[in-house]
């Protein structure tokens, strides 16, 4: 019995002592249950610290930081610190270990490379996770560290903040790599796959057959260079891969390297060494510019497959075109001058005068540029020269000079053609007697005096060339007209060219809203009594417009009017005539013009109300009355738009609200008038509106018409006169929306054009096709 006891006493001993250990196990293997929904980040970190028994420092990076972690369930106590590692690093921190033995610190994903413990990224992932950082060290046996460095940087972890890292050490062979564990693990994968042996260093010696060594092996470096800058793998290294080197006494290139390398690179040297059978000639064309031959033969070489040797010098002083090429490249230029060099409307190419007709500017505006441009580049000359300044550039004449061949004109300058000095350019006479219809000759290029710089190789600059050349404006034909060499003719069309461009125009829609509100009230009484019988009468009465008195018996007779009448008739006493009248108004009027404007044009938007007046003359006491003419009230927009960049447009507006005060002045003089302006300036983006607002007028006017004496009784005052009571208020709002028109096909303004039309239910002007019978 006794031993039955003992027994069952060890048995609950037993299994009191398994259950408590139990528990412990559990407390041990999981967390916290429920996380609540977003909590602080030291929060977080603090009950991670406790649960785990670790010490951790950190400072005020983490305050104001939240996360939010959903949990169904435990949370088991090995995933904890994964967990807290993921966290920071959401929020761009990392947990590392401390200087100190047994804690661990927070910092900036930035120090990283300085904090981040150095081992095993399979280690450090079993220990803290996937986001542990971790400096992993590779030892690299065939591959080379810069090249295997440059294939792994894309695949580091990326992102702001994110200072993930990879040091190559050549000589060692070593690549370091700090990153998060689960990336250096996939990164080492990588590495593993690129350092694999290769192919051994082999050299080969290559006969140079046609061109010398060294120029061979400088040519293939070149190539090989330019290739691997196109690779992405810049300068360092050697170029290619492959040592390339040469023997002038044998007349050998060397190449070193990789053996698909070297290969690769003989298969390019062969290429290069080629048999290549030049020649060099001067052509002097007469009647086309050299400049334009060179530019017709490079743009036929350009297209072809293989590109032949081509080496040209051009000197448009003397018209003269030198070319290294090819046998077959001669054959081609000399077959293009054949064709070109014939006279016909090339000749006029090589002739010093020159016509351009401006498709989109206007000349004078375009020739006003160019005297700024030649004032600028030259010296500081005033912008716009004096009619009797003297002139000076290429054709640069004193007044009483004439160049030889070029007869001095007879003719006045006609009216639509004018230059800088507001007189007949010397040597422009031809073109202008053409215009007139008298034939004159021109001088040959030879005839005209050289340039300071002739003989030059060389192709002018825009500062060498402006000012060499005479320019004048034909406005009628909207052509201007420069006499000047070949070579600086063709530094002015490239300038003319970029200056005739299309200018974007700039579609105003505009909606004026007035809102108009009054209320007018009128009261009258008119009164008369007295003696209306006998011989002798005597009685009184007042008038304020509402009826009319009988001279006789002084009786009011009621002229009827809008609103209220009534009259109390009474011989006896008096008769009194009573008119009431309230008016009260509401408008809206809208307004919506539209305005199409060229880029830093002005353009207005006015709507007016002319009155016309009077003007009254006296001469020897005799007055006369004459119509002076018509004085305007009303409402005008002036608007400029200068287009900028980044399709936003600068919007210089000024709006005018005028408006008379009464229906006139009298004596037939203008009424009295009230003007209320907005000037602004605003920037705005392509087709948005700006709301020009607050134009408000506020008008409350009282008037009384009474009997001296009479008005000063209080109740007598309101019951003989009138009074009138007025209080107005008008507003007037204005909406601009600016859209800028860019085609130079103006695709844009027919889709505006084609829509308003079609809203307006206006036929189309389009032809209408018909059958016809054909016998």
Request: hydrophobic share 40%; glycine share 8%.
């Amino acid at each position: 019995m006794f031993r039955h006891a003992i027994v069952s006493l060890m048995l609950t001993i037993g299994l009191c002592l398994i259950a408590t250990i139990k528990i412990h196990a559990q407390d041990r293997t999981t967390s916290l249950q429920n996380f609540p929904g977003s909590m602080p980040l030291d929060a977080f970190v603090d009950s991670v610290s406790r649960q785990l028994d670790i010490r951790i420092l950190y400072d005020d990076k983490l305050s104001g930081k939240k996360i939010n972690i959903r949990a169904s369930g435990e949370v088991p106590n090995d995933s904890l610190l994964a967990v807290l590692q993921s966290s920071l690093r959401m929020s761009g921190l990392a947990l590392v270990p401390a200087d100190v033995e047994g804690w661990m610190r927070i910092v900036d994903v930035a120090q990283l490379p300085g904090s981040a413990p150095q081992g095993e990224a399979v280690d450090a992932m079993s220990a803290g996770g996937g986001s542990t950082p971790v400096t992993q060290t590779f030892q690299l046996e065939h591959a080379d560290p810069e090249t295997v460095m440059t294939d792994i940087r894309p695949f580091l972890t990326q992102g702001q903040g994110v200072s993930s890292n990879v040091v190559a050490l050549r000589e060692q062979g070593i690549l370091i790599v700090t990153d998060y564990a689960a990336n250096v693990l996939r990164l080492e994968r990588l590495i593993r796959l690129i350092d694999q042996p290769g192919d051994g260093v082999e050299t080969r010696f290559i006969k140079a057959t046609h061109l010398d060594a060294e120029s061979l092996a400088m040519s293939l470096q070149q190539l090989l260079a330019a290739r691997q800058k196109a690779s992405g793998k810049g300068q360092e290294g050697t170029p290619g891969g492959v040592e390339v080197s040469f023997d002038s006494r044998t007349g050998q290139v060397i190449l070193i390297g990789n053996r698909y390398l070297v290969e690769q690179a003989e298969d390019y040297l062969r290429t290069l060494d080629v048999s290549v059978n030049t020649r060099t000639q001067v052509y002097t064309p007469i009647n086309v510019a050299v400049a334009k031959v060179e530019k017709l033969i490079k743009g036929m070489i350009e297209v072809r497959g293989n590109k032949p040797v081509f080496r040209s010098a051009v000197d448009d002083e003397q018209n003269l075109l030198v070319v290294t090429t090819t046998e077959e490249i001669h054959t081609e230029l000399q077959a293009i001058l054949l064709q070109l060099d014939s006279g016909g409307e090339s000749e006029n190419r090589s002739r010093p005068v020159r016509f351009y007709r401006l498709k989109h500017a206007r000349a004078e505006d375009v020739l006003a540029t160019i005297q700024e441009l030649e004032g600028s580049l030259k010296g500081g000359r005033s912008q716009v020269q004096s009619p009797r300044s003297t002139q000076t550039g290429r054709f640069a004449l004193q007044p009483d000079q004439q160049p030889a061949g070029i007869s001095q004109p007879s003719t006045s300058l006609p009216e639509n053609v004018m230059n800088r000095s507001g007189q007949l350019p010397l040597g422009v006479t031809d073109a202008v007697r053409d215009l007139a219809g008298v034939q004159q000759s021109l001088p040959s290029p030879q005839e005209l005096p050289s340039l300071d710089n002739a003989g030059s190789t060389q192709q002018l600059s825009l500062t060498d060339a402006i000012g060499q050349a005479r320019i004048t404006a034909d406005i009628a034909a909207n052509t201007l007209i420069v006499i000047a060499t070949p070579g600086v003719h063709q530094i002015y069309a490239e300038l003319i060219e970029k200056l005739d461009q299309p200018r974007p125009q700039v579609l105003i829609e505009a909606r004026m809203v007035v809102v108009d509100t009054s209320d007018d009230f009128t009261l009258g009484v008119e009164v008369s009594g007295g003696d209306r019988s006998g011989p002798e009468r005597l009685f009184a009465f007042t008038s304020f417009g509402f009826s009319q008195v009988d001279n006789v018996s002084g009786a009011l007779s009621i002229i009827p009017g809008v609103g209220f009448n009534g009259a109390l008739v009474d011989p006896d006493v008096a008769d009194a005539v009573l008119r009431a009248v309230s008016n009260h108004r509401r408008s809206k009027v809208v307004s919506s013009p539209r305005i199409l404007i060229n880029d830093n044009a002005t353009g207005f938007l006015t709507s007016v109300t002319e009155v016309p007046f009077n003007s009254f003359n006296t001469f020897n006491t005799v007055s006369s009355t004459s119509f002076a003419g018509y004085a305007e009230a009303g409402t005008t927009i002036t608007v400029t738009p200068h287009i900028s960049e980044g399709e936003q447009l600068q919007l210089e507006y000024s709006i005018t609200l005028n408006e008379f005060q009464a229906e006139g002045g009298g004596n037939g003089s203008p009424p009295p008038r009230q003007t209320d302006e907005i000037e602004s300036i605003v920037t705005i983006p392509d087709g948005h509106t700006i709301i020009v607002g607050g134009l408000t007028r506020t008008n409350h006017a009282f008037t009384q018409d009474s009997i001296p004496f009479v008005e000063q009784i209080p109740i007598l005052s309101d019951i003989i006169g009138t009074k009138t009571n007025r209080w107005s208020k008008s507003t007037l709002f204005v909406f601009l929306r600016p859209i800028i028109l860019r085609d130079d096909k103006f695709r844009d303004l027919m889709y505006f054009s084609e829509r308003d039309t079609s809203e307006s239910r206006t036929p189309g002007t389009y032809p209408f096709s018909s059958p016809v019978l054909v016998r």
